[in-house]
């Protein structure tokens, strides 16, 4: 049984801001391994050929980055 998260996607054409795709859709925890590598699975259907897509990446590092820019990004 794979555990399912609610995110949102937006997606640019490189270098120009036209929007070719701003979805909600379900993110698939595939993997977490114990050196705190997660690896997440998407579908977008309104990106061409609907595409699977598969990103990893450190978990541990994404909190610290994120916990460091906490109260940087105010309006």
Do not use: Q, W
């Not at 054409?13 to 698939?28: Q, V």
């Not at 595939?30 to 990103?55: C, H, M, Q, W």
């Amino acid at each position: 049984m794979s555990e399912l998260i609610v995110a949102h996607l937006m997606a640019f054409r490189a270098e120009s801001e036209d929007c070719i795709a701003d979805e909600n859709l379900l993110l698939e925890v595939v993997d977490f391994s114990k050196n705190g590598e997660i690896e997440i699975a998407f579908t977008s259907a309104k990106l061409s050929g609907k595409p699977r897509i598969y990103l990893t990446v450190s978990l541990p590092e994404l909190i610290a980055k994120g916990m460091a820019m906490v109260g940087t990004n105010k309006p």
